[in-house]
């Protein structure tokens, strides 16, 4: 499953999946973001575009610490590792500014929160001490394999399910009515907008299930639809 400790992480498909392309999609999906904040001449103006610079900035420079870690090996990660925290720490913490400010919802920020805690965790468990336990906790011991004079023992802890879900990294984000808001945000930023246009701003959720959302709007009357195939644009109803 993981890639041997003297290999380069480049080699290890599940790193290059979890760690480096999902950093890549948070980048995209902060430059999308970013794109449709426009500049208000309102006194704070230049601070707001400053943290708007900054966030972009940040995101850009967790990107590039992240590309390097592929040219080392998994036991290097360690080493690497806090490194990369203080990376996605700097993101986060920027976001929140940006948020505070109002120009970005706080809808947004909760998607860019939970897929940094996810990125997070998934370089914490590509860490060689952690992936070498994995398989330990995701095959627990059967009643087959358990001495007869204990079977006869009731235990306490067999009603408790086995903890192996945290251990593969999946999308944070699931919650209709979550991502139907977050459709509308995007739409009010940007009218006219395509699938894919939309579906910059959700990391780790496919064309399809944005397709889904935004037909699901269409048919309550928020959103309507002009064009056909890959000419369609989408926009909000006023």
Do not use: L, M
């Given at each position: 499953m993981f890639a041997r400790g003297a290999e380069r992480l480049i080699h290890?498909?599940?790193?290059?999946?979890?760690?480096?392309?999902?950093?890549?999609?948070?980048?995209?999906?902060?430059?999308?973001?970013?794109?449709?904040?426009?500049?208000?001449?309102?006194?704070?103006?230049?601070?707001?575009?400053?943290?708007?610079?900054?966030?972009?900035?940040?995101?850009l420079a967790l990107l590039g610490k992240v590309q390097t870690t592929l040219s080392r090996t998994r036991d290097e990660l360690p080493a690497i590792a806090p490194t990369l925290s203080i990376g996605i720490l700097e993101l986060s913490s920027k976001l929140s500014i940006l948020a505070a400010t109002g120009r970005l919802s706080r809808e947004h920020l909760l998607v860019f929160q939970q897929e940094l805690d996810t990125l997070e965790r998934a370089i914490y468990f590509h860490e060689p001490d952690r992936a070498i336990s994995m398989p330990k906790v995701a095959a627990p011991r059967t009643i087959r394999e358990t001495p007869k004079a204990i079977v006869t023992t009731p235990s306490p802890r067999k009603p408790t399910p086995s903890p192996a879900a945290p251990l593969s990294p999946t999308p944070a984000v699931s919650d209709t009515s979550s991502r139907s808001a977050l459709i509308k945000d995007v739409l009010m930023k940007s009218p006219a907008s395509s699938i894919k246009d939309i579906s910059r701003a959700f990391p780790d959720v496919s064309?399809?299930?944005?397709?889904?959302?935004v037909n699901t709007l269409i048919a309550r009357g928020a959103v309507r639809k002009e064009g056909e195939k890959r000419w369609s644009r989408y926009s909000l109803v006023s």
């Open positions: 290890d498909a599940h790193y290059v999946a979890y760690v480096f392309k999902k950093t890549e999609k948070v980048c995209n999906a902060v430059y999308f973001i970013t794109s449709q904040i426009t500049d208000v001449s309102q006194g704070h103006g230049h601070a707001s575009t400053s943290i708007v610079r900054e966030v972009e900035g940040s995101a064309e399809k299930t944005v397709q889904r959302e």
